[in-house]
Every structure is written in structure tokens, then in C-alpha cells.
């Protein structure tokens, strides 16, 4: 295959790739290949090149935020997907700092597409967000699950460009998604798996308020617990999707937060660890439950692990 025909092809399978997460997280409807005219045209302009003319944009999703009062929230969505990630860190943080910077211009310059000025009902603020998924296709470097959002760090790009927040999401952050939910729509039934919107102090607002919804939270994309909300008829159960490993200080403070989730509702709790084994872990799952005083809470708890193989689940 030719170069140039490769690199379509990569790109055309990264958006794929991304289209199948972006489902799963309940953003079925996003709309793709949005073309953004540039207004910073001298500003944006490529080096060696003439002055921008306009933005390409893979995905755009809008929805009404449920983390924060009457706003509509617009996340546009960048995909990479390469041959492997660079070798080292300064190599990672190069390019990394190319697709922010390239997806920063794009959303400075996308208030004055139409996109952008479409309204939703009940809500009177905006937010703009970034979303970039750098995805390493290869599967032949034992690197294909390598998080390289560890290795840039504190990042900072000076005054090239105004932008809110922009998340990037690598291979291990995408498979972490990837498996969770997999198996919470596989053991539960998709139908039955709900996100649950947190109180974050931004959506206080008792008339709108709404606490689970089918679309997953921008906030939520890189946060290493994920709140599921369970219903299979009169059956209520919190899930709590973690990315980090079991450890009994963990599991207590994920009690503790589920505890107060589900202070106004009562509810089943399952707590899901990438590495719960319930054979050298559930003398450790006592410990942490009986420092907890409320009883009748703790005996509703159930720890698991999201990625079981023949071991798991047996005991």
C-alpha cells in the first residue's frame, strides 16, 4: 500500500476505532468530518504555508451537561491513530503539543461555525472542550496497552493558543473504557447500564437535576473512577468502575463514595477493580468493610474484578 493510501487508511480506521468508544460512552449521534472556517486565518496559519483557511474536525458532540446548570457542552474530538507512539518522552511530548496545538485553533475558531450556534432547550451557557485520542494501532511492540499520558506530565503552551480543557485519551485509558463497560453492558444488559451524574457543585439546580443518563460525562473520560447506575426492574445497584489497582485504602475511600452516593437512595453496591482476585483480596475486602459502622450499608457491597477469566467468580 502505498503512502499516501496508508495514511487514509490509518486514518480512516482510527476514526472507526474512535466511533465504537464514542457509541459505547452514549455519543451515538456525534456528528463527523466537521469543517470549521478559520477566522484567525493569519494566526493559524501552517509554517511554510499560506494563510488557514479552515479546520477539520473528526467527531463534534453536544449535549445539554448534567455536571453543570443550563449549559450546553461541545466537545470536539481529534483522532491520531500511528504506527506506534515515539520512543521517548521529549518525542511524546513533541508531538502531543502538535495535536494540541492543532486542535486548540480549531476551537478558537469554532464559535462562528453554525455547529456551534445551535441551541439547546434550558440552557443559556457554553462550554467548549477538547477531546484527543492518540491511538497506537500497531499490535507488534508489546506497546498496544502503554499509557502515554503519564509520560507528558505537566504540560504548558504558553500563549500559542486559548482553550478551556483538552483530554486526551491513549491505548490504556481507551481499553479501560473499552473493558468497563463492555462488561457492565454484557453482565447487566446494555438497556439496564445508566451513567450516574454526581453532585459536583456546579448542577444545584433541584428543577433540572437529573442523576443517571445514557451519555457519559466529558468530565468523566478521564477519571479513574466511573459511577454506573444499575436498574433491572425493581433492582437499584451502584457500579463503580475503577482504573487503578486493588488496595484496602482504596476500596475504603470508594465505600466511603459510594456511601454518600447513595445516601438518598437505597441501592446495591459493586465496586469493579482491573485486578480483584477474590481468592487473595477477601479477607482484605472484610477489613476495609468493618470499619464502617453501618452495618446494613457494607452487607450490600459486593468487590469484583471487570476483566475475570476462568479463576474468577468462583468463590
Not at 210 to 233: C, D, F, H, Q, W
Not at 298 to 303: A, L, Q, R, S
Amino acid at each position: 500500500m502505498a503512502g499516501g493510501e496508508k495514511a487514509k487508511s490509518s486514518g480512516e480506521y482510527g476514526e472507526q476505532i474512535v466511533k465504537n468508544i464514542l457509541d459505547m460512552m452514549g455519543w451515538n449521534n456525534a456528528n463527523s468530518g466537521v469543517t470549521v472556517p478559520c477566522v484567525h486565518k493569519e494566526k493559524h496559519k501552517r509554517e511554510n504555508s499560506k494563510e488557514s483557511q479552515k479546520h477539520g474536525i473528526d467527531y463534534v458532540y453536544t449535549y445539554k451537561s448534567q455536571l453543570r446548570d443550563a449549559t450546553k457542552q461541545d466537545v470536539l474530538v481529534s483522532v491520531k491513530c500511528r504506527d506506534g507512539y515515539p520512543v521517548t518522552d521529549s518525542g511524546i511530548k513533541s508531538k502531543f503539543k502538535e495535536f494540541v496545538l492543532d486542535l486548540a485553533y480549531a476551537m478558537e475558531c469554532y464559535p462562528a461555525c453554525e455547529l456551534a450556534k445551535k441551541k439547546i432547550p434550558n440552557t443559556d451557557k457554553k462550554v467548549i472542550s477538547g477531546l484527543i485520542f492518540w491511538i497506537d494501532r500497531s499490535r507488534e511492540d508489546g506497546r498496544e496497552n502503554e499509557s502515554v499520558i503519564d509520560k507528558i506530565g505537566n504540560f504548558y503552551m504558553n500563549q500559542e493558543c486559548v482553550y478551556e480543557t483538552i483530554a486526551l485519551v491513549d491505548n490504556k485509558r481507551a481499553q479501560f473504557l473499552y473493558q468497563l463497560l463492555s462488561y457492565a453492558h454484557s453482565k447487566y444488559g446494555k438497556e439496564n447500564v445508566e451513567f450516574f451524574y454526581i453532585d459536583t457543585g456546579l448542577n444545584n439546580s433541584s428543577l433540572q437535576r437529573v442523576y443517571r443518563g445514557k451519555e457519559m460525562p466529558y468530565e468523566y473520560i478521564n477519571s479513574n473512577v466511573i459511577p454506573l447506575a444499575i436498574s433491572n426492574g425493581d433492582e437499584k445497584r451502584l457500579f463503580i468502575g475503577v482504573a487503578e489497582a486493588f488496595c484496602k485504602e482504596y476500596l475504603e475511600r470508594l465505600i466511603g463514595l459510594a456511601q454518600e452516593l447513595t445516601s438518598t437512595w437505597t441501592a446495591k453496591v459493586t465496586i469493579a477493580f482491573p485486578d480483584y482476585n477474590s481468592f487473595e483480596h477477601k479477607e482484605v475486602v472484610l477489613m476495609a468493610k468493618s470499619s464502617f459502622e453501618n452495618a446494613d450499608f457494607v452487607k450490600n457491597i459486593e468487590v469484583i474484578t471487570y476483566k475475570p477469566d476462568f479463576r474468577d467468580e468462583v468463590i
